[in-house]
């Protein structure tokens, strides 16, 4: 078996052997664009070696076979000179996981090299900088030291371009070495291929650290992908005044706005960019025009071939542009949904591709709340803006100060909403990154460690906050003179940068942008489904509409509990016994407090479930086991025919008194057996005729008998949460939680997991559902409660179920899902 293959000979489309670096530096050879020569140890290669804990046969072999060829394509010799080659060894998984693995910069650096580069550069300064570089990455990376200091670099600093090569590299490689052995007893070998081989394992064994694997735990990687080596010849950044590395993006990540975005850092090699210790310049300003010009037109022939907003690093050496990596990029929600609504009119992307570029999580970070306006610009006027970085990943959060990421885990763990402020951000404060609702650091650009991970997370992040100090012993972060202890509240402003002692309140969440409405309306043309929207109050009703739904449902129990007279009616279900007119203070309760929501709903589509004593929420709102206790035929679904007939009543009267067209019906729970639904449809035809009736499906048994049930009701839901739970055989609210079932599904005690995916139990319950059905799909609803999944709506679309109801923010995240689902292929 061949584990490794050069860029001219791998196929760019096997991303999963070659990884997502590692093909896109294949492509762009391929392509004829001008990057380093290299070849890639394939993703196999990894997985043997985390399987064996030992290298696979043959692959050193194959390693040194490949470096062969490289030395003539590059024209340079690996460990001597008269030209040195020098490689880079990058991990590249077949999913982006940015900053979580390691890389090893300036390798092939012995003592015979370092003198043949200095020579051939005319320049021993920058080449002790090279041997300092290499040893202290190739210490951390692979020997797992410690940064050797302030020493080092000053060693290095005092270097002068034409000093004697051989002793300046003596010196410090044995300053570095002492650093080494002093921290860890550990040395770095001095021969260049043993240094490439531990520098391949390394990597491997990279992929298994605990910072990789919390990053993979929380995007939902697999763990058993394994990352793929890339073995590349040095480009110098750091080589003179006229080189430099950026990252460069073909349209901005933050908002989506069209045009080339980046930073470039003159005099620097790559790693300096992107982890942050430095805050580079603007790639537009830094650039020289005719090396600004080529990336351009690099950049647009690569968005156009690849469809995609891309990321790309690049290196200038002595005014020579080098393509160093490409991938897919991280981009907050606000620029996921602006830059596939783009993409889809200029006709870059096709209405499928267009919405598969947007997540359903991207969508509900859209709407999330904000700030509002006025308190902003008032705590602007009392003096507390802190301080003002860069704003790297929208959003508007508050919470409590906190300068440390185990301390902000534990915060964040106990319920605190939590800021991580850090001076820098590094992989290994990933855990406290993931806990933060947001995150501030001092230093480092909007493609530093800190920003591409807070866009990764979706989380607030202000970056190069330069007049902020971070103290995380003293626990005390200072700007100009003024003292923030950790624990105290800050709000901050992922988009403005902006960075304020105290906390704000949020407001409602913004109108869908002119992009989301653009996409959601090609998603909706293409399921053709109606989605109804929960409500409970009137000022809701403005909000679902604006969403995109068709109608609205909403529940007796939730309108009175939202209204505050919950009371009144445990009252009455408490102080009534038998009789026709027992229960008249219930139907006046929902006369008084359904009109204004009638009126507000206008001429839609109105579901209305019936109070419901069964569900686990009765057991304290509606003090369930007294009132069950009292009167135990309410646990069954007809057992008081008067409470149905009250809320018909009452619902009947509010139509009337809020001059509402509305079209509205109410749904009892639990419906199981078609003799249910035709008394319940009889008791409808004695009430009036201003409000049907209809069932909701809770149980495997009403499942089965749903063609029967159907033709007896005018309107039947499906509760899909509830049957997923009951064939599963647990509460139906612990599909709302993350515990149990997280720790449930790590111990692998279930094949799937009921909160994201249709048991096949219950897809087969389905197909009996579905026989239900009108040509449209449209007789049968199906409520989903809670976070919608992307892949039960796509299993229900299949099933050809085209009517849903959902929570209120779930509504957009439904229409995209549906949309992907019709276009799906």
């Known amino acids: 078996m061949t584990f490794t293959l050069t860029f001219t000979d791998a196929d760019p489309a096997d991303v999963d052997r070659l990884g997502g670096k590692g093909a896109g530096l294949a492509r762009m050879t391929q392509d004829g664009l001008r990057v380093p020569p290299g070849y890639i140890v394939s993703t196999d290669a990894c997985r043997h070696y985390l399987a064996a804990g030992a290298m696979p046969d043959g692959l050193v072999d194959e390693v040194f076979d490949r470096l062969a060829?490289?030395?003539?394509?590059?024209?340079?010799?690996?460990?001597?000179?008269?030209?040195?080659?020098?490689?880079?060894?990058?991990?590249?998984?077949?999913?982006?996981?940015?900053?979580?693995?390691?890389?090893?910069?300036?390798?092939?650096?012995?003592?015979?090299?370092?003198?043949?580069?200095?020579?051939?550069?005319?320049?021993?300064?920058?080449?002790?900088?090279?041997?300092?570089?290499?040893?202290?990455?190739?210490?951390?990376?692979v020997l797992g030291a410690l940064d050797p200091g302030d020493g080092i670099a000053d060693l290095v600093a005092a270097v002068s371009a034409d000093d004697d090569p051989g002793a300046v590299h003596d010196r410090v490689w044995a300053a570095c070495e002492k650093a080494l052995d002093d921290d860890c007893g550990e040395s770095v070998p001095d021969d260049p291929r043993a240094q490439l081989v531990g520098a391949v394992e390394a990597v491997f064994r990279s992929w298994n650290t605990r910072r990789a694997r919390t990053y993979r735990d929380h995007h939902k990687i697999p763990h058993d992908l394994g990352t793929a080596v890339v073995v590349q010849a040095m480009v110098f950044g750091n080589l003179s005044s006229d080189s430099?590395?950026?990252?460069?993006?073909?349209?901005?990540?933050?908002?989506?706005?069209?045009?080339?975005?980046?930073?470039y850092l003159a005099h620097s090699q790559g790693e300096d960019v992107v982890a942050g210790t430095r805050t580079p310049d603007p790639v537009a300003t830094a650039l020289a025009p005719e090396v600004l010009d080529e990336l351009r037109t690099t950049c647009a022939e690569l968005e156009r071939r690849q469809g995609d907003v891309l990321d790309i690093e690049f290196t200038v050496e002595r005014s020579t542009l080098w393509l160093l990596q490409v991938r897919s990029a991280k981009r907050t929600p606000e620029a996921a949904v602006r830059i596939a609504s783009d993409l889809l009119t200029e006709g870059a992307l096709t209405p499928g591709a267009a919405l598969r570029a947007v997540s359903s999580e991207q969508v509900r970070q859209v709407q999330r709340p904000g700030f509002a306006d006025g308190d902003v610009e008032a705590a602007r006027e009392d003096g507390r803006l802190l301080t003002t970085g860069i704003g790297a990943c929208p959003g508007q959060v508050s919470g409590e100060l906190v300068l440390d990421p185990d301390r902000a885990k534990e915060a964040a763990d106990a319920g605190t909403a939590v800021i991580l402020a850090r001076a820098v951000t590094s992989p290994a404060d990933l855990h406290g990154m993931i806990a933060a609702q947001g995150i501030v650091t001092a230093t480092g650009g909007s493609t530093s460690h800190a920003a591409v991970v807070a866009r990764a997370l979706g989380t607030a992040c202000v970056v190069g906050a330069s007049a902020m100090t971070v103290d995380p012993e003293a626990r005390v972060l200072a700007v100009d003179g003024r003292s923030i202890a950790e624990g105290e509240p800050v709000s901050l402003d992922g988009a403005t940068g902006e960075l304020f002692t105290g906390s704000f309140a949020t407001s409602t969440?913004?109108?869908?942008?002119?992009?989301?409405?653009?996409?959601?309306?090609?998603?909706?043309?293409?399921?053709?489904?109606?989605?109804?929207?929960?409500?409970?109050?009137?000022?809701?009703?403005?909000?679902?509409?604006?969403?995109?739904?068709?109608?609205?449902?909403?529940?007796?129990?939730?309108?009175?509990?939202?209204?505050?007279?919950?009371?009144?009616?445990?009252?009455?279900?408490?102080?009534?016994?038998?009789?026709?007119?027992?229960?008249?203070?219930?139907?006046?309760?929902?006369?008084?407090?359904?009109?204004?929501?009638?009126?507000?709903?206008?001429?839609?589509?109105?579901?209305?479930?019936?109070?419901?004593?069964?569900?686990?929420?009765?057991?304290?709102?509606?003090?369930?086991?007294?009132?069950?206790?009292?009167?135990?035929?309410?646990?069954?679904?007809?057992?008081?025919?008067?409470?149905?007939?009250?809320?018909?009543?009452?619902?009947?009267?509010?139509?009337?008194?809020?001059?509402?067209?509305?079209?509205?019906?109410l749904a009892v729970r639990h419906i199981s057996d078609p003799m249910e639904a035709r008394a319940l449809t009889a008791l409808a035809e004695e009430t009036g005729p201003d409000v049907t009736v209809g069932t909701y499906l809770t149980s495997p048994r009403a499942a089965y008998g749903a063609v029967d049930i159907a033709a007896a009701s005018a309107v039947v839901w499906l509760e899909v949460r509830t049957l997923q739970a009951a064939m599963f055989g647990i509460p139906a609210r612990q599909l709302l939680t993350a515990e149990p079932l997280d720790g449930y599904l790590r111990r692998g005690l279930l094949s799937c997991d009921?909160?994201?995916?249709?048991?096949?139990?219950?897809?087969?319950?389905?197909?009996?559902?579905?026989?239900?059905?009108?040509?449209?799909?449209?007789?049968?609803?199906?409520?989903?409660?809670?976070?919608?999944?992307d892949t039960v709506a796509a299993q229900l679309y299949a099933s050809g179920f085209r009517r849903f109801a959902v929570d209120a923010a779930q509504t957009r995240p439904l229409v995209l899902a549906l949309g992907k689902a019709a276009l799906a292929g």
Do not use: W
């Open 754 to 789: 009921p909160r994201t995916t249709l048991d096949p139990s219950v897809q087969v319950l389905l197909t009996e559902v579905a026989r239900a059905t009108d040509d449209s799909g449209r007789r049968i609803g199906m409520r989903l409660s809670g976070e919608v999944s």
């Open 69 to 141: 060829a490289l030395e003539t394509a590059s024209g340079k010799t690996f460990g001597t000179g008269p030209l040195p080659l020098l490689l880079s060894v990058r991990s590249g998984a077949p999913i982006s996981m940015p900053g979580m693995m390691d890389t090893v910069l300036n390798l092939g650096l012995g003592r015979e090299a370092a003198i043949a580069m200095a020579t051939a550069t005319h320049d021993v300064r920058f080449t002790a900088d090279l041997v300092a570089r290499f040893h202290a990455m190739y210490a951390e990376t």
């Open 509 to 665: 969440p913004a109108s869908a942008t002119g992009s989301m409405s653009a996409l959601l309306a090609v998603a909706a043309d293409a399921a053709r489904c109606e989605v109804l929207c929960r409500v409970t109050l009137p000022g809701d009703v403005a909000g679902a509409r604006e969403a995109g739904a068709h109608g609205l449902v909403t529940a007796v129990d939730d309108v009175l509990a939202a209204t505050g007279h919950l009371d009144g009616l445990v009252e009455g279900l408490l102080g009534h016994g038998a009789g026709r007119d027992g229960f008249g203070a219930i139907a006046a309760l929902v006369e008084a407090e359904f009109t204004p929501l009638l009126a507000a709903a206008g001429d839609v589509e109105v579901g209305v479930r019936a109070i419901d004593l069964v569900a686990d929420e009765a057991r304290e709102l509606l003090q369930q086991t007294a009132v069950t206790t009292r009167h135990p035929e309410l646990s069954v679904p007809l057992g008081r025919p008067e409470l149905v007939r009250a809320q018909l009543e009452g619902l009947g009267r509010a139509v009337l008194a809020s001059g509402s067209r509305a079209r509205v019906h």
């Open 244 to 263: 430099g590395s950026g990252v460069v993006f073909t349209r901005n990540p933050v908002t989506g706005e069209p045009g080339l975005f980046g930073e």
